[in-house]
């Protein structure tokens, strides 16, 4: 199947085929990442700005990489160093970069819906980095592609998400991702973070941590995102590892091959352990390893590339 959309903003309205072409996709581009030379033509001479207007390691780097290891000029754009400092808005701005005929704005912004109204008032390809407590579809995306490459399927597996759902953009995305794909979701966390309403996305939705992991095939976990409560949801974070941190003992009610993952950034001794993040079940890691193959297709598919990678040469 090839890609029709001209845009990535955010994993709800993609078609379960549509994200397994991703997945597929990306499983070439991992292959790619193996050779020695590894670099390919599909973006030469195609422009891409990285327009991250809230903090980021992972997916900025992440997209920055998979921009050059596809060939495409590539203009990082800080907001800090930016006319942004001097009143512009993000119209003013994105329209500047499209009249320099930028052709990808990779945008991640505090405020939801953002990429969505580059994608009305720009010609460009937008692509969501993450905006707000809305969406981060390519986390998901790197998310889905990690499980599969794991566990072999998706469907009928049973993941927990655990943590702070409600300002979560990755729970967003991964329940959409992975509700579509078959598999069956469980939200887990202080009850002022994970109301019942979620049921509505298709979870189930419980407040008691060993019924949520004791079954789990994948066992996601969340950072608390402070940076978008706008009020104190719960005691202290010293109360918070003890009623939801995953720990050793917790770790030992689970199953023997579940899998433990996080979007990072970690907070140790917080939401996980120390010594789990860095122990054998945990996929941190390779998660971020697999979110380059993923940017690269997902970039390679917006640009009109077709289905899975056949006989992609070196540049
Ligand atoms: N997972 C994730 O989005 O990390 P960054 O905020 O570092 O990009």
Known sequence: MSWTKKHLLDIESLAAEEIVTVLDTARGFKAVGQRAIKKVPALRGKTVVNLFVEPSTRTRIS???????????????????????????????????????????????????????????????????????HEHPTQALLDAFTIRERKGTIEGLNVTILGDILYSRVARSNIWALTKLGARLTLCGPSTLVPKVFEQMGCRVTHDVNDAISAADIIHLLRIQHERQRKAMFPSIGEYAQLFGLNKARLA???????????????????????????????????????????????????????????????
């Open 63 to 133: 997209f920055e990489l998979a921009e050059q290891r596809l060939s495409a000029d590539v203009i990082n754009f800080s907001a800090e160093a930016s006319s942004f400092k001097k009143g512009e808005t993000l119209k003013d701005t994105a329209l500047n970069l499209q009249a320099l005929n930028a052709d990808f704005i990779v945008i991640r912004h505090s405020a939801s819906g953002a990429p969505h109204f580059l994608s009305r008032v720009l010609g460009a390809h937008v692509i969501n980095a993450g905006d707000g407590a």
């Open 253 to 315: 009610q689970t199953k023997p091959g579940a899998l433990i993952m996080h979007p990072g950034p970690i907070n140790r001794g917080v939401e996980i352990d120390s010594q789990i993040a860095d122990g054998e079940r945990s996929v941190i890691l390779e998660q971020v390893t697999n979110g380059l193959a993923v940017r690269m297709a997902v970039l390679f598919l917006l640009n009109g590339g077709k289905g899975p990678l056949e006989g992609m040469t070196n540049d």
